[in-house]
């Protein structure tokens, strides 16, 4: 496609509820990066991959959160047992290559735990 | 880790006027500087960025400008528009991930 698309665009769950998010990133694009944006906030950084590799977990904020690219291409964000704090818009975006490259991002998805 | 600090928080000009967003960053092995544009319900978008190996760059209205002894990076926006309106994230990176600003809401009036 021409940009990256992610879905749903908005999520409701309940508390405890276990939800999944999903990137397509721009086809060739080989880095894959999602963000977490909490209101009124900069997006920040949750986990990336190169292909199907996942390089870098290091912001995923506990082991509720699972990313996999299982094929280098789409992405799923999960999140289980989620918690009111978990609300947030989670960007994803992609990058040509590894390194120093733009990253472009999704619309993003908004999610609401009550 | 890296820490970016951006101001102002909020920016209003008159339609016509320039308008200039500053940040700071922590890690001098950050080399990758790129700015983004965010409208309401929207992901951000690219709108200039700059490498450590460049002083300056323009595109248009837009131009950014980098001091890497000091560690800060400027956006410029000449001759704003109302459509310029949006907020405005700076970020740096090492190694890929991208660490963010905070963000400008910028109103441009007519």
């Known amino acids: 496609g021409a940009g990256v698309s992610q879905s749903p665009r908005y999520k409701v769950a309940k508390r405890g509820q276990d939800v999944a998010l999903r990137c397509d990133p721009i086809?060739?694009?080989?880095?894959l990066f999602w963000y977490q944006q909490a209101l009124g906030q900069g997006p920040e950084f949750l986990t990336y991959?190169?292909?199907?590799?996942?390089?870098?977990k290091s912001g995923l904020p506990s082991d509720r959160f699972f990313a996999e690219r299982p094929e280098g291409s789409v992405s799923t964000l999960k999140i289980q047992r989620t918690q009111q704090e978990d609300s947030a818009v989670y960007l994803c975006?992609?990058?040509?290559?590894?390194?120093?490259?733009?990253?472009?991002f999704g619309d993003g998805t908004r999610l609401s735990i009550l | 880790g890296e820490n970016v600090e951006q101001h102002p928080s909020t920016l209003s000009v008159q339609e016509g006027d320039s308008a200039v967003i500053k940040c700071t960053y922590s890690?001098?092995?950050?080399?990758?500087f790129p700015w983004y544009k965010q409208e309401l319900g929207k992901g951000p978008q690219l709108i200039i960025d700059?490498?450590?190996?460049?002083g300056e760059k323009k595109d248009q209205r837009i131009a950014v400008t980098l001091n890497k002894t000091a560690k800060h990076f400027s956006l410029h926006i000449t001759e704003t528009q109302p459509e310029d309106s949006a907020v405005y994230f700076c970020?740096?990176?090492?190694?890929?991930?991208?660490?963010f600003g905070r963000g400008t809401q910028l109103t441009v009036w007519p």
């Open positions: 975006a992609s990058s040509l290559n590894q390194g120093v490259q733009p990253q472009h």
């Open positions: 086809s060739g694009h080989v880095s």
């Open positions: 991959f190169q292909n199907e590799a996942q390089l870098d």
């Open positions: 890690d001098s092995a950050s080399n990758y």
């Open positions: 700059i490498r450590s190996n460049v």
């Open positions: 970020a740096a990176s090492r190694l890929g991930r991208l660490y």
